[in-house]
Structure formats: structure tokens, C-alpha cells
């Protein structure tokens, strides 16, 4: 890869690696899957990033309308922007969900009793809700091994990086694609 093009991509990794800290504007990723014939797009916690295998994690509720879509569909985007920085890092990814198995348990176990709260919905997240102070299972964080079964945790691989900088001089833009041999870079018209 030119070098200019390599020293963005491994910027990005960086980025990617820095953004599971909560302390990086890139921490809170938008991701969207497709239902049906419609994108649905919402907010997650970007929990890690594994460079071995250029792998996006974020966790969910099993129980969650995204589950079935990426079930059926396991193209999934994510879109990073900071603000700061001004850079916009658009991530294509081929997504695997893991639940009740080895690496869903690795990370549960990393998740601090009352952290657990996400998974303790009595009911599926997004079904109707009749009152939103009672959504929760009773006494949840006396019981939260309980709600391991509701856990799971979404791996994503990527497959292409499109990174974009809004500078005051010029904008610049490239992507980033995965091949046999590695990932290819090339710039693009920003
Ligand atoms: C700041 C913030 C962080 C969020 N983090 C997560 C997350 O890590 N995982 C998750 O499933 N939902 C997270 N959500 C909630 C989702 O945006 C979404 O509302 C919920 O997962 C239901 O999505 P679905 O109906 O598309 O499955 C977060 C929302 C906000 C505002």
C-alpha cells in the first residue's frame, strides 16, 4: 500500500482500538442492518476491538430486533464520526452473534453486577411497554446470573474501512478493503 494510504489505515486502527475507552469521541458508534427492506439504525457501545482478526464487538440484548435481522442478513455498518478530529470512519462488516457459548461468557463475566441492568428486561427490548418504571424483572441485581441467557455478544468482522477528514486546506477520503492478501487502499473524490 502507498505509504501515505497505509499510515491512514493504521490510523484507523488506532482509532478503532482507542474507541473502546469511553474517553474517545469514536466510542459510541451508529450501527444499521437491514429488516426486511428498510436500514435500521441505532446507537452502541463499542466494547472492543480485537486486531488479530479486525473484529468490532458490542454486546445486546439476544432478545432484540437487531438479533433477527443480523441473523438474516449479517451485513452490518458502522458509522463512527468525531467531532474533534473530524473524521467519519464508515465500517462494512460480516457480523457472527455469540450466545450461551465461550466467547459470550468471557465477556459476561468482565460485566460488573449492576452493569448487568441492560439485560434484565422482563420483556423482549422494543415490545410495547405498558409503564416504563416496571420493566425490569424484581430484585434484578440479586439474581443477575439469571440474565445471562438474555446476553449476547456480536462479532464483526470488517471488510472495508471508507475514511473521510473534513480539513479547512482539502478534504481527503480513501478506502480500505479486505482481499485474500490483506486489506488494498485507494483514495477517493471526498
Ligand atoms: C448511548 C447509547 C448506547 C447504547 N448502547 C447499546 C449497546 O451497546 N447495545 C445495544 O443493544 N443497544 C444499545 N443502545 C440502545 C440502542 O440504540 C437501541 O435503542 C436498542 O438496542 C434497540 O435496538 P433494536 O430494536 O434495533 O434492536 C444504546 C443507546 C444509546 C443512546
Known sequence: MQK????????????????????????????????????????????????????????????????DQIKNNPTVSFMFYDGVLKEQLRIKTKSTIHHHDDISLKYWEKIKPEN?????????????????STYLEE????????????????????LEIDWLIINKELNKRARFFIQKSGFIGEWLTP
Open 116 to 132: 448487568r441492568r441492560d439485560y434484565a428486561a422482563k420483556q423482549s427490548p422494543s415490545s410495547a411497554s405498558i409503564d416504563f
Open 139 to 158: 430484585d434484578w441485581i440479586n439474581h443477575t446470573e439469571d440474565f445471562y441467557q438474555n446476553f449476547a455478544v456480536v462479532y464483526n468482522e470488517i
Open 4 to 67: 501515505e494510504l497505509n499510515k491512514i489505515f493504521q490510523d484507523c486502527l488506532n482509532h478503532l482500538k482507542e474507541a473502546t475507552s469511553n474517553k474517545s469521541n469514536f466510542h459510541l458508534p451508529v450501527i444499521g442492518s437491514i429488516n426486511e427492506n428498510e436500514v435500521e439504525l441505532r446507537t452502541v457501545v463499542l466494547r472492543d476491538f480485537n486486531e488479530n482478526n479486525n473484529t468490532l464487538v458490542f454486546y445486546t440484548d439476544f432478545r432484540s430486533p437487531k438479533i
